[in-house]
């Protein structure tokens, strides 16, 4: 009785909350966020809870809480306060329904279209993926009998015709890395939907504090937080973030949590949270220094050509604009001369740091086609269009005269 009165009163005052967040803009929100429950000694930053288990006051609550009867965390493969206020701030500003951390973004990825298809279903998606999505569907998912049928997303004819009843989601990235494909999302809902079927997107690409994925008709949002989240790439981590509002969804999320046990740990909740309330302030400067570089590389004659969606000459510049308000991301893809030619560019480059990821403070350069992709076979490579000449930037925090001096003088 005494505990339920306790619920009660909790549950007002977090609703008493939520309608003060939603109130406030959302720069603010990204920071203001209150934590669930007081704090012992009224610690302004978050208390990172760093233990396994719980202990309970009696047997009546402990069965409670691991019934799901009350909101208390019993373990911390499935629960755990930090994570949860890490999700918590995410589904604040996405206005989701509900938001799962998970320990990589791969991890999210597996895990939500786990809870979503079964053997025998399939995925319509494309051949222009991130190469361990790419991987995970033709290979993993397919030796569980999950088919993979890779099409192109930007021809909704073709999507229209690869759907069928066994079909359990498409699946999309928003700006294709490293070819930044941009697919019309809200064209792609209205045919999943009149379908019945679920929209899943990867927006690795572009912040969700800058475009809403479901106002264009996103059901399932899969980010991978290592990227613009946590920012000094401090820390691996993944979001799956619903608006399908399905209660299924969400059971079966929490069966993949408690039998895949892939639940984010509270340290990196701490550190994401933390990237978390500074990512509009480094986003802004990443952005903005990614457009003036893009426009400057345009001058280089050693580069053949300068893939980014802001540049107006780009085929999805304008559908890029559209969907994600004018901002256009921080990664780059250059073309040069041959494939020696990028791995004389990288070896000459001072200030640019050689190394994968995406959105680090600092800027960094990689060949994709003999790293990331550099094990896949050539018949791999050919589906997935991988150009040998590519060379991907990701654009950090630094002045862009450094950069911009430290490519031309690589180039030479
Ligand atoms: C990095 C990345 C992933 C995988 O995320 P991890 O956190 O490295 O597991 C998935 N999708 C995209 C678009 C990425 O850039």
């Known amino acids: 009785m005494f505990t339920e009165k ?19 803009k959302l720069k603010t929100k990204t920071i203001h966020s209150a934590y669930q429950s007081k704090d012992a000694y009224g610690a302004l930053a978050m208390p990172v809870y760093h233990t396994a288990a719980y202990e309970f006051e009696n047997a009546e609550i402990m069965s409670d809480a691991f019934c799901s009867r009350v909101a208390m965390p019993d373990y911390s493969r499935v629960t755990n306060p930090t994570v ?121 690409m572009i912040p969700f504090t800058r475009f809403s994925a479901k106002a264009l008709g996103v059901d399932l949002e899969l980010v991978s937080s290592t990227k613009y989240v946590s920012g000094g790439a401090s820390t691996i981590g993944g979001l799956v973030i619903d608006y399908s509002c399905g209660s299924a969804f969400n059971e079966r999320m929490q069966e993949m949590m408690l ?12 550190m994401q949270t933390l990237g978390l309330e500074n990512l ?19 001058t280089l004659p050693a580069i053949k050509y300068v893939n980014y969606t802001g540049l107006e000459g780009n085929p999805y510049h304008k559908i890029a604009s559209r969907q994600f308000n004018n901002t256009y991301g921080a990664m780059i ?29 600092r800027t960094l350069a990689i060949h ?17 269009d991988i150009s040998e000449t590519c060379i991907r930037l990701s654009v950090g925090l630094e002045d862009v005269d450094d950069l911009f001096e430290d490519i031309s003088q690589a180039l030479k």
């Open 259 to 270: 039998n895949l046990g892939a639940y984010m740990t509270p340290h990196v909740a701490y």
């Open 6 to 24: 306790i619920n009660h009163f909790i549950d007002n005052f977090l609703y008493f909350c939520i309608c003060l967040i939603n109130l406030m």
């Open 84 to 204: 949860i206020y890490f999700e918590k701030r995410v589904k604040e500003i996405t206005g989701a329904s509900a938001v799962y951390g998970l320990t990589s973004g791969m991890a999210a990825i597996s895990n939500a279209l786990l809870s979503i298809c079964q053997s025998g279903d399939n995925i319509v998606t494309s051949n222009h993926l991130f190469g361990n999505t790419w991987l995970l569907m033709s290979k993993t998912f397919a030796r569980l009998g999950i088919e993979a049928r890779f099409c192109n997303l930007c021809n909704p004819d073709e999507v229209k015709a690869a759907i069928d009843e066994r079909t359990c989601c498409v699946y999309a990235e928003i700006i294709s890395n490293p070819l930044q494909e941009v697919a019309d999302l809200q064209a792609l809902a209205q045919i999943v939907h009149s379908k019945g079927k679920l929209l899943l997107a990867d927006t690795t």
């Open 333 to 361: 893809c250059i073309e040069l001369e041959s494939p020696e030619a990028c791995f004389r560019f990288l070896n000459n480059l001072k200030l640019i740091k050689r190394a994968t990821n995406l959105f680090d403070n």
């Open 280 to 298: 509009e302030a480094r986003y802004a400067l990443e952005s903005a220094n990614t457009m003036e570089l893009a426009e400057r590389l345009c």
């Open 368 to 384: 994709p086609a003999s790293t990331i992709f550099g094990n896949f076979s050539k018949q791999e490579l050919k589906a997935m």
